[in-house]
């Protein structure tokens, strides 16, 4: 090495979704001169663009075998798997907003169960060989400390209350909702409809895989556009050139369809209405007041307690069987304040607190130099993908 260093830091990626997440909070400590911030893709089903992206990200990549072998002064994953393998002081977040899913059901007619522990706070999950894996597991609400209680309660010591990164940022990005809508070539008289959908067979993409085609062929062009954010493991598993196959005349027809390396958050920004299910960026939409309507998925999917939960409960229901202009028109924003209330418990607090476990972990003071949340990009429509 060129530079001397007093710490080195792993970033332990294994989807696109995970990797967004830790680039949010990772800059302060990849600034420190002290420290040198290295990447490994870790074991998953969806990493297969993770190497690229961060190749283009121009991080320095080891290999998860190398990785694995090393001893490091700090960790961060915002994923669960394979995390035991890693030799370092383990800080743990989600990758969404807090923890809204139920661990996957048995199939019909398996044997009879309790109810779904939440994933991501459960002892399966959490602890290898009966001790827990993360040395800190950052919780986004105080509700979350009370199912990790119940569930895994041996991890409950290295729970921190940090609150919700993504969502700070986006607040942060409401003032530049109409710079972001010019990058995005709309004009002020048209109103932006973004469709969100998580990956798996609950998903929006998945329940009603006509939705697009029928926003395009109902709306009128100059009057209203359309956008497609679909989570990044839609993409993974489907592959790119899939994607764009069954959305070519969408996209012909002028949808907005981001990369998954693109960052999906000013969309949301510039959105006027938002039509989605039980994932992260639905609950995200209605938490910065953007109306929402969701197509809900069977209870048993979804936490109870969680933000998701409160936000498919109380917005409007999507209805395939009727059309979908009238739909958009009687659309009512869900109550923010509550929705923000149950998603974060430390609102704008998130990036601080994060950086402070992170020196903590590195046994390093922090430095005195703030960093404050920054507004997500501007958009870049021209590097999304284009039908042809």
């Avoid at 510039?270 to 953007?290: I, K, N, P």
Wanted: with cysteine; glycine share 8%; aromatic share 4%.
């Amino acid at each position: 090495m060129t530079r001397s260093v007093s710490r080195t830091a792993l970033v332990v990626v294994h989807t696109m979704a995970s990797c967004q997440r830790l680039l949010d909070v990772v800059g302060p400590v990849e600034e420190d001169p002290r420290v040198q911030v290295v990447f490994t893709v870790a074991p998953d089903v969806f990493n297969r663009p993770v190497a690229r992206f961060l190749d283009r990200l121009g991080a320095l990549v080891l290999p998860w075998e190398m990785a694995v072998r090393e001893r490091f002064d700090l960790a961060l994953a915002a994923s669960l798997g394979s995390l035991q393998r890693v030799h370092a002081p383990l800080l743990v977040m989600a990758h969404g907003a807090g923890r809204g899913k139920r661990v996957r059901p048995r199939p019909a007619g398996g044997p009879p169960s309790t109810e779904p522990p939440v994933y991501g706070l459960d002892a399966q999950r959490l602890t290898h060989d009966g001790r827990p894996v993360a040395t800190a597991l950052a919780l986004a609400h105080h509700a979350e400390l009370t199912v990790l209680g119940r569930q895994c309660p041996e991890a409950v010591p290295t729970a921190v209350v940090v609150g919700d990164p993504c969502f700070d940022r986006l607040v942060t990005s409401l003032p530049l909702r109409g710079r972001y809508r010019r990058a995005l070539g709309l004009a002020d008289d048209q109103q932006l409809v973004v469709v969100s959908s998580t990956w798996g067979q609950d998903g929006l993409f998945a329940r009603w895989p006509e939705l697009l085609p029928q926003l395009i062929a109902q709306l009128p062009a100059s009057g209203f556009r359309t956008a497609a954010l679909l989570h990044p493991a839609i993409w993974a598993a489907h592959g790119h050139r899939q994607i764009r196959a069954w959305l070519r005349d969408c996209l012909a027809a002028g949808l907005l369809l981001p990369d998954p390396a693109e960052d999906w958050r000013s969309l949301l920004v510039a959105a006027d209405q938002v039509l989605g299910d039980h994932g992260s960026v639905t609950t995200y939409a209605a938490a910065v007041g953007r109306p929402v309507l969701t197509l809900p998925a069977r209870p048993e999917v979804v936490n109870g307690g969680s933000p998701q939960a409160l936000v498919t409960a109380a917005a409007g229901r999507l209805d395939p069987d009727r059309e979908l202009a009238p739909q958009l028109r009687a659309i009512r924003p869900v109550d923010r304040q509550a929705v923000t209330e149950a998603l974060t418990g430390r609102p704008g607090e998130a990036a601080r607190l994060l950086t402070a476990t992170m020196y903590r972990l590195l046994r390093l003071p922090g430095r005195e130099r703030h960093r404050p949340v920054e507004p997500v990009a501007e958009p870049r429509p021209e590097r999304w993908a284009v039908a042809g």
